[in-house]
């Protein structure tokens, strides 16, 4: 079945630090993956999505690149504030018709100024 | 566009009582809908998947007699929790996804606290 892997929180970094949340996956076919965003009791956000391989998802200065090959999808940001503190959650999903989408652990940042 | 709306956002009961939180998709038309349950500083747990117009498919080990689900139409989807317990205390979360969209967008979340 599929499985989405993500690297243990927290994640404590100072601002304008680099980030890197590791985010590996096991799936069948060829799926698409997600990285969603939850800020403190508030729901899920889609931050960005990738749907085949190589494609580069990017949004609000994050970005993740769908490796086949390594079947990862870590996301990246070059300098992080204090306002992207939240938890970030990797997901794969089917597209077309309906199929769940399998979700991380989630990954908690906190920024410090 | 895609925003998901949950009314209530927060709701305490008493035990036994039966609470309903809707699901909304404001600006497009959800031809699956998705039930979650968050507990604290944990991922989500998928709950059950309704389609519209179909009976919901419950997840392993969710007691469907216990959180009613009804998709009666595009852009509603409410979930009932029935003579609720302290246990049934949590933070659920909607998500509806259009056709062929792939992505699923989430609603804002519903808090339960049962007294």
């Known amino acids: 079945g599929d499985s989405v892997t993500q690297m243990e929180g927290p994640v404590t970094l100072s601002e304008e630090a680099f980030l890197t949340i590791n985010c590996t996956y096991t799936a069948t076919g060829y799926p698409s993956l997600f990285w969603y965003v939850q800020y403190p009791g508030e729901g899920l956000q889609l931050l960005l999505k990738a749907t085949k391989a190589d494609d580069k998802g990017s949004n609000k200065g994050f970005e993740a690149t769908y490796r086949k090959e390594t079947t990862s999808f870590h996301l990246e940001k070059g300098s992080v504030q204090v306002s992207d503190s939240a938890v970030y959650f990797c997901?794969?999903?089917?597209?077309?018709?309906?199929?769940?989408?399998?979700f991380g652990t989630g990954t908690k940042l906190q920024v410090i100024p | 566009g895609a925003v998901v709306s949950q009314h209530p956002s927060r709701v305490i009961c008493k035990s036994g009582t039966s609470v309903k939180i809707e699901c909304r998709s404001l600006?497009?038309?959800?031809?699956?809908m998705f039930w979650y349950r968050q507990f604290p500083k944990q991922s989500l747990m998928l709950m059950a998947t309704s389609n519209e117009g179909s009976k919901a498919t419950y997840e392993q080990g969710v007691e469907k007699d216990k959180f009613l689900i009804n998709h009666a139409s595009l852009t509603l989807s409410t979930l009932t929790v029935t003579s609720a317990h302290p246990e049934d205390s949590s933070f659920y979360i909607c998500?509806?996804?259009?056709?062929?969209?792939?992505?699923?967008?989430f609603g804002p979340g519903t808090r339960l606290l049962v007294l």
């Open positions: 998500s509806a996804m259009g056709q062929g969209a792939g992505a699923q967008y």
């Open positions: 600006d497009f038309q959800a031809t699956t």
């Open positions: 997901a794969l999903g089917h597209s077309g018709g309906y199929q769940k989408v399998t």
